[in-house]
């Protein structure tokens, strides 16, 4: 998992970092060069017994994310200055992810990341949430061969209601 944010570790992000560690996966935390406080956020993380499971990378996050390849879930920041160039550039596993991108308030032309995305020879599917100051959550797939989408659309269901 990737999260690419444009500030200090947040409650998404501990959220995150708890499921790598009950998933045994990792999680990598782009956080943009100008940010410095970066003790503060391994000591919530080590109070919370999670500072093993996540890595902070310092940088611009447009080259950055290109350092990793076939990621299956992203979370990008809209608040970040270049989030559409991340949209564009970010390396999904092509036999399927899931993008969450947040603070769609602060999105400066309105796109969205599946608008960015369709017509890549991919399956899109897309839903807007009213959580925080907005999120998109993007399941994107392989075109390559039928899947059904009926997890996603029990999903969806439960954020309409």
Request: contains cysteine; proline residues 3%.
């Amino acid at each position: 998992m990737v999260e690419i944010t444009s500030n200090d570790i947040s409650p998404l992000t501990l959220a995150l970092a708890v499921a790598a560690k009950q998933t045994g996966g990792r999680l990598v935390c782009i956080i943009h060069e100008d940010h410095d406080d970066i003790e503060k956020s391994k000591a919530r993380l080590a109070e919370n017994d999670l500072e093993d499971t996540i890595d902070f990378v310092h940088g611009n996050p447009c080259e950055v994310i290109s350092r990793y390849k076939n990621i299956d879930f992203a979370v990008i920041d809209c608040k970040l200055e270049d989030h559409i160039k991340l949209f564009k550039t970010i390396n999904l596993n092509p036999s399927g992810s899931i993008v969450a991108v947040s603070n769609l308030q602060h999105r400066r032309d309105g796109i969205s990341f599946a608008e960015v995305v369709k017509g890549r020879n991919i399956g899109v599917k897309s839903v807007t949430l009213p959580i925080g100051e907005g999120m998109e959550l993007t399941r994107i797939r392989s075109t390559g061969k039928p899947e059904t989408w009926r997890s996603y659309k029990k999903f969806h269901v439960i954020f309409e209601n």
